[in-house]
DNA sequence: AGGGTGACCTGTCGGC
DNA sequence: TGCCGACAGGTCACCC
């Protein structure tokens, strides 16, 4: 489900509400990726400072060690006041003072994971080599030309790898290469500086629109108040095989690229 | 070290 | 109605 704009929307959505509270309870529910790596327990009493992400991890900054939540495929988190019985699904809750934080992940390739710092040795595992930001300015068009340069494999798998740029997912990659005119076939390193400035761009463009409009909800992504984005709805390739292109009218095209759906208009994206 | 593959897990949908 | 395969927004350990 979450790429960057949809880990950030959810962010945006409760990381006011819940600055400044009191961690009440811990509940944790069946395994998810990786196991906690803290007795639950020990958290009661702390304070929620702030919540901050990394590419596709939220950060929970507490008084003492720091929570890091990423919702896998099909995570999805809540914030509220009051909330039912956890459901078959719900495998993580954070009682606190100011509500009820809760992740809801079916398939549980999702994971909260407890370390003291972002220098320990897990928070290093899981972060360390991780990308840079594509909204912040320390993604330089140049450097990311470079880096393209070094690289064999399709550019589609490039920036699925996330270690050049991190947070675009399957469905961005697939929209910021259209916007592009890039196919997703095209070895990385065989892009021009022109082409690659373009991409910088369309990546920064697209993931900044898909913000905006709440993310995307193709199945059941709602924000941590349970709102839906609507970006899917002006998706250009995105689960649209078979559909007319919506600047040339050509068919959209689906193909398989590491076991990873890919969609490309054959006439926009030429080389 | 880059690149390719299978693995993790549950639900949904289409075809027969 | 039931069964079966394909597919779904991520990414890691493992091999070469």
């Not at 999805?76 to 992940?105: C, I, M, N, V, Y």
């Not at 993310?215 to 998706?235: C, K, T």
Request: aromatic share 6%; proline share 6%.
């Amino acid at each position: 489900m979450p790429e960057l704009p949809e880990v950030e929307v959810t962010r945006l959505s409760f990381a006011p509400a819940i600055a400044g509270a009191n961690i009440l309870n811990v509940q944790v529910g069946k395994p998810l990726r990786w196991p906690l790596s803290c007795d639950p327990n020990s958290l009661n009493g702390r304070q929620v400072l702030r919540v901050r992400r990394r590419g596709k991890y939220l950060l929970l900054d507490l008084s003492q060690g720091i929570l890091l939540i990423h919702l896998g495929m099909s995570g999805s988190l809540t914030f509220a006041s009051h909330a039912p019985e956890p459901g078959k699904h719900d495998h993580f809750d954070l009682l606190t003072s100011q509500g009820l934080l809760r992740l809801h992940d079916p398939r549980r390739f999702g994971a909260v994971v407890y370390v003291e710092s972002e220098s320990d040795t897990l928070a290093i595992k899981l972060l360390g080599r991780l990308g840079v930001e594509p909204l912040a300015d320390s993604f330089d068009p140049l450097v990311f030309a470079l880096g393209l340069k070094k690289r064999q494999s399709p550019i589609k798998q490039v920036l699925l790898a996330g270690d050049l740029v991190v947070g675009v997912g399957n469905i961005y990659a697939s929209e910021a290469l259209f916007l592009a005119g890039i196919r997703p076939t095209t070895r990385a390193a065989r892009i021009s500086k022109p082409r690659a400035f373009k991409l910088h761009q369309a990546i920064r463009t697209v993931l900044a629109s898909a913000v905006e409009k709440g993310g995307s909800s193709l199945r059941d992504f709602s924000n941590a108040q349970g709102q839906n984005g609507y970006f899917q709805l002006e998706a250009n390739v995105y689960d649209r095989a078979g559909l007319p292109c919506r600047v040339c009218a050509s068919t959209i095209k689906r193909l398989v690229q590491g076991q990873r759906s890919t969609f490309f208009c054959p006439t926009c994206q030429t080389a």
